[in-house]
C-alpha cells in the first residue's frame, strides 16, 4: 500500500472554490482503481492550507489516476489556486496501530 500526502496553499479567496471542486470530485476520485482511502485535512492554524490524505493499492494506480482524464481536469482547476507550490509525497506505512490505519472509504 502507498500513501501520499499533498500539501496545498490556497489564495484565501480561493478556499472556498477549492473545497468545491474536492466535494464535486471526492466520489469520483475514490471510485479510482487501486483507491482505498481519502480524506481532505485543514491545517489548524493557517486555514488557507488543505492536505489530501490517500490511501493506493499501489504506486503504479497512483500513477494511473495521475494519468486520468479526472486528474486532468481537477489538478488544472486546484493549481489555479494556489498561493504556493504544493508540496506532494509519498510513503509507506513502517510502525504503529494498524488499528487505527483507514483501509476502507
Not at 484565501?12 to 470530485?25: H, K, L, Y
Not at 510502525?95 to 472509504?105: F, I, K, L, N, Y
Request: charged share 15%; aromatic share 12%; proline share 7%.
Amino acid at each position: 500500500m502507498l500513501i501520499r500526502i499533498v500539501r496545498m496553499s490556497f489564495r484565501p479567496e480561493a478556499v472556498g472554490a477549492f473545497q468545491t471542486i474536492f466535494q464535486e470530485s471526492e466520489q469520483a476520485i475514490r471510485s479510482q482503481p487501486g483507491c482505498l482511502y481519502l480524506e481532505l485535512w485543514q491545517d489548524a492554524d493557517t486555514p488557507t492550507i488543505f492536505c489530501t490524505h490517500s490511501h493506493w493499492e499501489s504506486a503504479a494506480d497512483l500513477n494511473a489516476y495521475r494519468q486520468s482524464e479526472l486528474f486532468g481536469q481537477v489538478w488544472p482547476a486546484t493549481k489555479r489556486l494556489f498561493s504556493a507550490p504544493p508540496l506532494a509525497f509519498s510513503v509507506h506505512h513502517v510502525q504503529g496501530d494498524s488499528a487505527a490505519t483507514p483501509t476502507s472509504h
